[in-house]
Nanobody, 126 residues
Framework: QVQLVESGGGLVQAGGFLRLSCAAS????????MGWFRQAPGKEREFVAA????????DYADPVKGRFTISRDNAKNTVFLQMNSPKPDDTAVYYC???????????????????WGQGTQVTVSS
C-alpha cells in the first residue's frame, strides 16, 4: 500500500505563486510516475502534469504549460507542483497520484495511476 498526502494549497492572488507538495509513504520502491490532477466545481477531474520517477521526464496540460512546473525529490518520495502566475480558472481541488508501473494509456489518464491523495484546495482570487 501507498499513502499520498498533499499540502500547500490555499488562497492565492492571480499572478502570484503557490507550491503544492505530495509526500508518498509505504511501498514506494516501485514508483514509475507521479502526476497532478485537478477538479473544479461542476467539472470532471482533469490532468495537470506528470513526471517520470526515474528519468524525470515531464508532461503538462496545455492550460498550465509555461506557468506550472512539476518536479520530484526521489530521496524524500515527494513530488511538487510549482504554480506561477495562477489564474482564477486554476481554482480547483488538486490531487496527486502515483503509478507503479508502465501504462500503455500514458500518464494523462486517471487509469494509469494506482494511488491517489485526498486532495488540496487551491483558490485563485482575481
Amino acid at each position: 500500500q501507498v499513502q499520498l498526502v498533499e499540502s500547500g494549497g490555499g488562497l492565492v492572488q492571480a499572478g502570484g505563486f503557490l507550491r503544492l507538495s505530495c509526500a508518498a509513504s509505504g511501498r514506494t520502491f516501485s514508483t514509475y510516475a507521479m502526476g497532478w490532477f485537478r477538479q473544479a466545481p461542476g467539472k470532471e477531474r482533469e490532468f495537470v502534469a506528470a513526471i517520470g520517477w526515474r528519468d524525470g521526464s515531464t508532461d503538462y496540460a496545455d492550460p498550465v504549460k509555461g506557468r506550472f512546473t512539476i518536479s520530484r525529490d526521489n530521496a524524500k518520495n515527494t513530488v511538487f507542483l510549482q504554480m506561477n502566475s495562477p489564474k482564477p480558472d486554476d481554482t480547483a481541488v488538486y490531487y496527486c497520484a502515483l503509478a507503479q508501473g508502465y501504462s500503455v494509456y500514458g500518464y494523462r489518464r486517471e487509469r494509469a495511476y494506482d494511488y491517489w491523495g485526498q486532495g488540496t484546495q487551491v483558490t485563485v482570487s482575481s
